[in-house]
């Protein structure tokens, strides 16, 4: 593959033509908003297929893939293990609305991963997974208010779609059209990674406060890992005040670790939230953690929450598939620490990399990146002709900088080497 192809402007007429005719029938032609190239600007392409670390789109362009549908591709496109398994469950129906011994495997599977899971409910998303666990957490401990930080996405869950209030300890405002003030009235939103913010919103609020839901390592607002004691604070200031501390490990959940952010970092949660990985692409998404706690949720217990496909067969044959796959190669995690460090290794100055196992960002910023204030320093103009020159070298990264690249078990060193390549060609334009 010849990646000398900035030269010529990246042919993507099919996918205008597509995108035209996506936005006569859905809302920016899309089916979430950052797939539009909206703080990048230009046409995003309309892929076609996937295989290992590449992507080939509508126009016959082939990428090497960081995206990796946003982090569930640990293994890459197509991984054999995950086809099979997927064709296996095929053979024996979509659906059934019903128990099968296979959403038992892989309950099991993510208990027997995940030590602070001892007991575990299956959904569609990870939306379905933090909202469901926000309510889980106000029915056990009988309070209303969360606290959440700057930067942090968990899902479109109406009351965390807010941002920060006027002072530390008061209520957000909310930060899309559509959702009542009530809702955000029950949220606290502080920047990420400050201890002393937290500290005073339990000082002024601990006995009212549900759970703090935390990225335990951030990735929606660009990679941002937790600074020293940040995570251990959380889970003093909770446990002291009888609050629940839930890691979102949606995106981190057997991605920095077979055990996630939580076993990277020795800190045991109360609840905790899964996705895109336990689904090997499929939709899929998890919430679980004490018994006491998950004993709460319907049938057992009074909070409600429901879900028709919720363990479908073909996303839980493809997750089963994912994680018996990680569990047996635990390689793969020495080879994705190994290659992830490679690839942002030597970056230039002028830039900051944040890099925790395979999960990356590179901030155009020269300062520290540690919470959404010093990440939103990135020159954002600057990333987005970094993204469309690596675009048109045949590199496929997230289409906005504040968002997380992704290394999988199928990038090769070659891979690695040609995205160098392209980057180095960038940074020594004149
Ligand atoms: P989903 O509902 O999109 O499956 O999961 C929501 C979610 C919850 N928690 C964390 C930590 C997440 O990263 C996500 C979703 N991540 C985004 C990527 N920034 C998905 C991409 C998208 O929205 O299209």
């Not at 192809?5 to 950052?34: F, Q």
């Not at 789109?57 to 990428?63: C, F, K, P, V």
């Not at 395979?358 to 990135?378: C, E, K, L």
């Amino acid at each position: 593959m010849s990646y000398s192809r900035n030269t010529t402007p990246l042919r993507l007429d099919h996918s205008g033509v597509l995108l035209e005719r996506a936005r006569n029938v859905i809302p920016g032609g899309v089916n979430s908003p950052v797939r539009a190239y909206k703080s990048v600007g230009g046409t995003p392409p309309f892929i076609l297929r996937g295989e290992g670390a590449k992507v080939f789109d509508a126009d016959g362009n082939e990428y090497v893939d960081y995206v990796g549908s946003w982090g569930p591709l640990i293994l890459g496109h197509r991984h054999p293990a995950i086809i099979a398994g997927v064709e296996k469950a095929l053979g024996r129906g979509t659906s059934f609305g019903a128990p099968t011994e296979f959403e038992v495997e892989l309950a099991e599977e993510i208990c027997g991963a995940v030590p602070s899971i001892e007991m575990v409910r299956l959904v569609n998303s990870g939306t379905e997974a933090t909202m469901s666990a926000l309510r889980l957490a106000r029915g056990f401990t009988g309070r209303d208010i969360t606290v959440k930080f700057e930067g942090c996405y968990h899902g479109h869950v109406d009351s965390l779609l807010v941002k920060a209030g006027s002072g530390v300890a008061t209520f957000g405002i909310p930060d899309t059209a559509g959702v009542p003030k009530a809702f955000s009235d029950t949220t606290i939103a502080v920047p990420y990674n400050s201890i002393a913010a937290v500290q005073s919103v339990f000082s002024q609020r601990g006995s009212e406060i549900a759970a703090v839901i935390v990225e335990p390592v951030a990735g929606n607002m660009g990679c941002v890992p937790p600074v020293p004691g940040f995570l251990e604070s959380l889970r003093d200031l909770t446990s002291r005040h009888g609050a629940l501390l839930i890691f979102d490990e949606v995106m981190t959940g057997f991605r920095v670790a077979f055990g996630g952010a939580q076993q990277l970092y020795g800190i045991r949660p109360d609840l905790t939230t899964l996705g895109k990985i336990i689904g090997g692409g499929l939709p899929a998404g998890a919430y679980g953690g004490r018994k006491d706690i998950m004993s709460q949720v319907s049938p057992l217990g009074p909070v409600y929450q429901a879900g028709t496909l919720s363990g479908n067969p073909l996303g839980v044959a493809a997750g089963l598939a994912m994680l018996r796959y990680l569990r047996e190669n635990p390689w793969v995690y020495e080879q994705l620490e190994a290659r992830a460090a490679e690839l942002v290794e030597g970056a230039p100055a002028g830039v900051t990399v944040n890099r925790v196992g395979s999960m990356f960002t590179v901030f155009f910023t020269d300062r520290p990146v540690t919470d959404y204030d010093s990440a939103r320093r990135s020159d954002t103009a600057q990333f987005a002709r970094f993204f469309h020159w690596m675009l048109e070298n045949g590199v496929y990264l997230a289409p906005s900088q504040f968002e997380a690249g992704f290394v999988s078990a199928a990038h090769s060193a070659g891979d690695v080497i040609c995205t160098k390549e392209a980057a180095r060609r960038f940074f020594e334009q004149p």
